[in-house]
């Protein structure tokens, strides 16, 4: 083995290495985990799990499911994440946002359209992920994302108004809800309404009493101090389970009273472990057998957009966490595809990284993934002995929870600051938002998208064009300078093309000169475009030449066929040029004075378009002239 | 009145009067219209009759319609074109490509789509003309029109292959056609077939003659032989009407032979002008009423795609003969609206400009539109007395118009320029080709233009960024100079802050300079995104600039609160404040040290961020930073 093949092998192990411990993270921190970080992630994933549970309950029955399908979903993403995941944060679970849209997919069929969707996410992750499609995220702006949050928070906390009311009706979307809302007002039960509301009370204090000072900024904590601080603390964190649970056990005295009890309880949650199975490629539904392809047309447009928002939520997450480090998006939408196939083996519905969880993870001190262990632990020993008592929830308490989960996500504040810093934007976050609420969520934000690609997209078909008549300060020759403010695609040729002219039109007697300054590329049509202009000028012998064109722009034009492509490489060497031009026309002009004294002697444009061509050959640059002092 | 309101009311009329001429181009030149031009404008469109004739029943049989409906759509256009047209060349009616996407929508239905068809594209094309969305033509590029273009020429001379070899077969589409002919090849009609032949070739030929030189070029024509070559141009440019007369008188008097016609016919073709009527709303089809909502799901993305794509064909011709004029793509498409909905009252299928017809029409001298109202009366006359004799027309010989008036349009010449000059427009080209043929032509179109606008949209989320780095010569000092080669929009913001923040980590030590030459736009989420990526590098005391902010790109910065932007006009106020900084650092560098021995005094770079923060307050410019010399 020679030496270069042994640095040949080494750099492909090295790369080989770099890429194992970029999929397998937890290569990266598993040799330094000691008893101090488990800890650590034993404390934050158990504060977790005291939130995950509430949620995963809440949102299995906002998605339309029945509630244990929430625990179903709520602890393979957590074991997952250990292994693959590469932010300590990030919690993998059911979303208020993945409920919503999962329900308007299951809306009206079965729990095996929420399976196989789970499953058909995770294979499209998986394929973005190899097919290096982590770029369509990037086509989600900020305004289109604020205007979808705030959308669907305005339609989850809609929804919950049932549940808080204690209403036993069934709607769809925004609109829908609020009129049956509005139209069986009269029947809300007072008692459920009552307890939601001190829920919701409950709950936005809780919020705020961890931010409660204790101690004057000036001074140290004392030990009590430092103790009732961390108590706050815990209360504040763990505000969703306490007030469950104060519920829970309310309902339960209660049911042994006079009158039964007077909530809406959740109602058996099934117990134990799903079972293991492939998910669901065919479905029973009203007696009938239902195929793959009929499902998959059924779940339509979602089984793109619902992997994507996904990972969109998953990044920012990832982000907002990853202070500083750069997050690997590849990475993430592997981890995320293999959460959601998995997943889907033992019933889970769609999930992605929860923001609210991943809070308190950071709030609660995680130190690695392994946090998710002490999670997925806890949902497990819940499925197998909580359930029974599960079902003493009261449904207004776990509407409470979500409500005061997704308020917060209206994020009106971002107006401002839009406003005075780009106006246009506001347009896809208001037609985002309006869309969302008025037809549908996956309708909004694939308009919303729509709009923000036509705004990316107008500059390349009507760029800037800045024209102005330019003096030589020495000679005094007055020339056109004509400054397209972009590069030269299709959608733009026709609209410089016409510009151009008309700069040309309404000075016939002055040369024209195209500034290619932010000329980045050039395409075909845009380069057939220019050629056909420069035949135009020259039938009308009004001299056109172009300067500071890059060398991919003269590439692509030399490519069409442009013999007359006049170019020069500064402004210095036009100047030059063109005060040489004087010169020689006033010779040849004089000279063919003499010679024709009848003839066409009043057009002295005329005299320069055939001087041009006289240099061109002399030039001897072949049939491209480049007219440069420095070049030939 | 005041003299200020005289000159507005001037002002205002002056305008008045120039939008009412170009709304009716008539107005332009009728006045000085004479004898002169009304005698060729009469040679030149009974010319254009004699080729309108034949391709009016071509395209309508083509279309799958009964030959009568190609003469029905052949003479609205010529009579409105007259007031409305702007340029004198071009003919409006029945055009192959028009037939062929009218054929695909009513193929197993009835004639009634195709009117309502032509209706709902007037319609559209006077949307589009109000709403100025002609800018939509400009993103149909020159490849996805090559591409789309041979492949409707392939699949039209495929589908005149039946007619050539005399199959009596129903096919659909390009593949199914082939498979059927193939399939069919043995009850080829050998008659039909030496018919077909022989009419091509005399048409070829005839396409030829007219370039034969009578006269050597060094002498001048003698009388008899400009007559002569006169007779040659008359017969090239008649040749259509010519070759299918001939084929007619051939089987008229074959019918009364002994064995019949060989031919198979066109058979009989209704005589006399259309019935005049609103477009049918609903239809009867299979004994059942089609509702109108029906008839126009069933024409779906066509309603939208066939005047768009007549738009294109006519503004391509518009443009091909409107030498050195502009084009006003606005009055063409306004024409081309009223021309269909008045067409769709006389039962035409949707219409638009003819190359080959407007071709004939220049060749022969027409000098205003008015050469359309003797098309016109000759269509009208044509159905009032010569349709019995057109259904002795043979089958083969309308084939064979067909297929020489398409092959030519089949451009694989410019396959060659596009290779040299940008080959990333063969994609498009290709696959516009390839699945117009497979698919279909509007699949076809929509998926060219798609990857079209991908490639248009890459820059936008991938643009190229230059990093290097710098040293001035005075000082030595250093710093790394990232430049980004696109403007700042959405899907591109991620990938230039990670660039930038990969330059900066490769060498902390050093301040990072962007540049923003190329930068001419910026949004809401690039703004937020420099933000943040600012926020890093103060986190990680690193100092980052930026220099050549346009005025735009500062203020959409400045909207969304960056107390920290800091940058300069120019690359020398950049060096400037750089070795001013070096100096003051000295200073508080060896101050520093006095008072902290033990400090971290080993971090010049964070030294100079603090630094920078005083420099701003002594700058006094309030939230947002300016260094310039020239500023505060």
Redesign the interface.
């Known amino acids: 083995m020679s030496v270069l093949d042994k640095s040949k092998m080494a750099s492909f192990k090295q790369k080989m290495r770099s890429l194992m411990y970029n999929r397998l993270p937890i290569l990266k921190w598993a040799p330094n985990y000691g008893t101090n970080k488990l800890v650590s992630d034993a404390v934050a994933g158990i504060t977790v799990g005291l939130t995950a549970m509430p949620q995963a309950l809440a949102y299995a029955t906002l998605a339309g499911l029945e509630p244990q399908y929430g625990l179903y979903s709520a602890f393979v993403g957590c074991f997952v994440y250990i292994i693959f995941g590469s932010v300590k944060e990030i919690t993998i679970g059911p979303t208020a946002l993945m409920a919503l849209m999962t329900y308007q997919q299951i809306e009206g069929r079965n729990v095996d359209y929420a399976i196989l969707l789970c499953f058909l996410s995770g294979v499209v992750q998986l394929l973005m992920a190899f097919l290096n499609l982590g770029?369509l995220v990037?086509?989600i702006?900020?305004?289109v994302t604020v205007g979808f949050t705030s959308a669907t928070s305005v339609i989850i906390a809609t929804t919950q108004l049932k549940g808080l009311l204690g209403l036993k009706i069934s709607s769809s979307g925004f609109t829908d809800t609020i009129r049956k809302v509005v139209r069986h007002l009269d029947e809300t039960r007072w008692h459920d309404l009552s307890l939601g509301l001190t829920c919701i009370i409950v709950l936005l204090l809780f919020r705020k009493i961890k931010d409660i000072k204790l101690t004057p900024s000036d001074k140290k904590p004392t030990k009590n101090q430092k103790i009732l601080s961390r108590v706050l603390w815990l209360t504040s964190i763990s505000r969703n389970a306490i007030v469950v649970i104060a519920c829970s056990i309310l309902a339960y005295n209660l049911k042994n009273s006079s009158n039964g009890c007077p909530f809406v309880l959740t109602g058996t949650v099934r117990g134990g472990f799903p079972s293991v199975a492939p998910p669901p490629f065919s479905t029973e539904l009203n007696n009938k057998t239902i195929p793959f392809t009929e499902m998959v047309t059924d779940l339509g447009t979602s089984i793109v957009l619902v992997p994507i928002i996904a990972v969109l939520g998953n990044v920012a997450i990832a982000k907002a966490f990853a202070?500083?480090k750069?997050v690997d998006a590849t990475q993430e939408l592997f981890t995320l595809s293999l959460c959601n196939i998995i997943g889907s083996f033992v019933s889970s519905m769609p999930i992605t990284g929860s923001f609210s969880r991943s809070a308190v993870n950071h709030a609660s001190g995680v130190q690695t993934p392994m946090g998710g262990l002490f999670t997925g632990i806890m949902v497990i020993l819940a499925l197998s002995f909580l359930t029974p008592y599960f079902s003493y929830i009261p449904k207004a308490s776990l509407s409470a929870v979500i409500i005061c989960a997704v308020i917060f996500m209206i994020e009106y504040e971002v107006v401002k600051?839009?406003?005075?810093?780009?106006r246009?934007?506001l347009v896809p976050t208001f037609a985002t938002f309006v869309l969302c609420l008025a037809i549908g969520v996956e309708i909004g934000i694939l308009i919303g998208v729509g709009i923000?690609?036509i705004?990316?997209?107008y500059?390349?078909?009507?760029p800037?064009i800045h024209v102005e008549k330019k003096t030589i300060v020495d000679s005094g020759i007055e020339y056109i300078l004509v400054t397209p403010?972009?590069?030269l695609?299709?959608?733009?040729?026709?609209?410089i093309k016409?510009s151009v002219?008309?700069a040309g039109l309404s000075s016939s007697h002055l040369p024209v000169v195209v500034d290619c300054r932010?000329i980045?590329?050039?395409?075909?049509?845009a380069?057939?475009g220019i050629s056909s202009m420069i035949t135009?000028f020259m039938?009308?012998n009004q001299p056109l030449y172009f300067i500071n064109p890059k060398e991919e722009v003269i590439?692509?034009?030399?490519?069409?066929?442009m013999e007359d492509f006049q170019y020069f490489k500064s402004v210095d060497d036009l100047q030059q040029h063109l005060s040489d031009q004087k010169e020689k026309a006033k010779t040849i002009f004089s000279e063919e004075t003499k010679l024709l004294p009848t003839g066409q002697s009043e057009e002295p444009a005329s005299v320069t378009t055939t001087d041009l061509r006289e240099i061109k050959c002399v030039n001897g640059c072949g049939n491209f002239v480049q007219h440069s002092s420095s070049s030939c």
Do not use: C, H, Q
């Open positions: 770029v990037d086509f702006s900020i305004p202070t500083g750069t600051p839009m406003w005075r810093s780009s246009k934007d923000n690609i705004f990316l997209l500059p390349s078909a009507r800037t403010g972009n590069s695609y299709f959608p733009a040729i026709e609209f016409s002219v008309k932010f980045l590329g050039v395409d075909f049509t380069a057939k135009e039938l009308r590439a692509v034009f030399k490519g069409a066929v």
